[in-house]
């Protein structure tokens, strides 16, 4: 073992070892209620999930296309989008702070927020 | 460039296309963007180490531009542009200190480049930070998925090798 070897193995070994520390601390399940959606990085939605009741929406992207999502038992994810990837679809519902929903071809983010950013 | 190098480098074009295209019709156990096997980049490794750094992006870069088209979402092709670039670099860079014993970890190194670059782009692209919080399971996932492919690359490699690197 060299010590270009070493040095590589050691950085990646920290690496992995600091993002499997940071996705434990990430991405537990969120007893959080409030959800902002953001298109472009503005805030175009932002509510409290617990007091919403069930509907589905669709959200038209300024570029094209469009997103459904659904709202459902406080719960929330997109279920059907015109994108060719659809892997905010199969994201399925959000859970937590460290994985928010993301649409990266209509630049869509839904994600948890502050109380008092809603 | 010499016909016979030329059908070479257009032979590996076409193994990754296929490898990319046939990974396409998996099913993504984990439905998080960017995170997946990449077992294209097998070749990638592969020409990484058998071929001139300007033969590897050629390679690269036909394989990209084709497999946005052949798979339909060109608007990917700046996200594994950006990655590629980036795993390219930095797998160069650091193949002379990686003898051929260890070319899992440079795959490794290269995985986790490539994902890094995809999140640079999507935070450009988004322009928020909130896809930041994917950049960890990124990087566990590119450890799984380039030691994976690594380990094809460094078979590969074993076998086709002249004799004088039999420290394989």
Redesign the interface.
Known sequence: ?????KI??AV?LL??I???I??LL??RESDNTYVSI?Q??EVIYSFDLSEEEDRTFRIESPQGGWNDVKIEDGRICIVDADC??K?CV???YLRS????I?C??H?L?I?FSDKESS | MKAGKLTRLALLTALALIIFIVELHFP?LI???GVKLGLANIITVYAVYKYSPKEVALIVAARLILGAFF???V??LM?SGAGAALCLAGMLL?K????YR?IW??S??GA?LHNTGQIIV?VL????F??V?????L??SG?IAGAFTGICAQLLLKRDLPEKRSDV
């Open positions: 073992m060299t010590k270009g070897v590589i193995g990646v690496l992995l600091g993002s499997v940071a996705m990430n991405f953001l472009n990085n060719p990837d892997t199969h994201t399925g702070e460290g994985v928010p993301v990266l071809p630049k983010v994600r | 993504n439905p998080l963007p798979g339909g979402n608007s990917a996200y650091i002379k200190v990686i003898p260890y970890l440079s490794v190194v986790i999507a692209v988004v322009g928020s909130a896809v919080s994917y950049y960890p399971i990087i566990i450890c």
